[in-house]
């Protein structure tokens, strides 16, 4: 499956789901052992990085539903990249500093209508903590989705977007 050109295995898109919606459900503990299940499962299909790489697709995808690739736009896509930063940073027990400037990038470079996918796999190495931080961003940018469009619209807004990409 593609988004403009980057390949990533559609079950590393699932997982990479199952991943935000655990972080998305931490007053529903009860959902967290089937989709942690899933996650390891695909985690020892496809392997971590590949998982990264669905979540970045992921990212996309929900940059996409709130208007991110959209000609004129920049003071709301400033905005809501310096607002998503400052509650990814509130995630201090989970996300490392350092990996913040590459959530930046891939958001803006989302807003400035580029596949996510392909830019952060041109622009070198994954750190191990650097998956955490993009889930982390994943679930807050779905969030919005849902604040904004109303419980489950960004599931829906993915879940079709996945199907055109496997079309």
């Given at each position: 499956?593609?988004?403009?050109?980057?390949?990533?295995?559609?079950?590393?898109?699932?997982?990479?789901?199952?991943?935000?919606?655990?972080?998305?459900?931490?007053?529903?503990?009860?959902?967290?052992?089937?989709?942690?299940?899933?996650?390891?499962?695909?985690?020892?299909?496809?392997?971590?990085?590949?998982?990264?790489?669905?979540?970045?697709?992921?990212?996309?995808?929900?940059?996409?539903?709130?208007?991110?690739?959209?000609?004129?736009?920049?003071?709301?896509?400033?905005?809501?990249?310096?607002?998503?930063?400052?509650?990814?940073?509130?995630?201090g027990?989970?996300?490392?500093?350092?990996?913040?400037?590459?959530?930046?990038?891939?958001?803006?470079?989302?807003?400035?209508?580029?596949d996510?996918?392909?830019?952060?796999?041109?622009?070198?190495?994954?750190?191990?903590?650097?998956?955490?931080?993009?889930?982390?961003?994943?679930?807050?940018?779905?969030?919005?989705?849902?604040?904004?469009?109303?419980?489950?619209?960004?599931e829906?807004g993915?879940?079709?977007?996945?199907?055109?990409?496997?079309?």
């Open positions: 499956m593609t988004m403009s050109g980057a390949q990533v295995q559609v079950g590393a898109v699932q997982a990479a789901w199952d991943q935000a919606s655990i972080l998305r459900s931490l007053d529903q503990p009860s959902a967290w052992p089937a989709l942690s299940e899933r996650v390891a499962t695909a985690a020892a299909l496809y392997g971590a990085e590949e998982l990264s790489r669905g979540t970045l697709w992921l990212i996309g995808g929900a940059l996409h539903l709130v208007g991110g690739g959209r000609l004129g736009g920049e003071g709301f896509a400033e905005q809501f990249t310096r607002t998503l930063m400052d509650k990814i940073g509130q995630w027990d989970v996300v490392e500093p350092s990996d913040l400037p590459m959530v930046r990038r891939v958001v803006t470079a989302v807003f400035d209508g580029r996510p996918v392909a830019w952060r796999d041109s622009a070198g190495p994954v750190p191990d903590s650097e998956p955490r931080a993009m889930t982390c961003a994943l679930a807050l940018i779905a969030d919005f989705v849902d604040h904004v469009d109303g419980p489950g619209a960004a829906r993915l879940l079709s977007a996945l199907s055109r990409a496997i079309d």
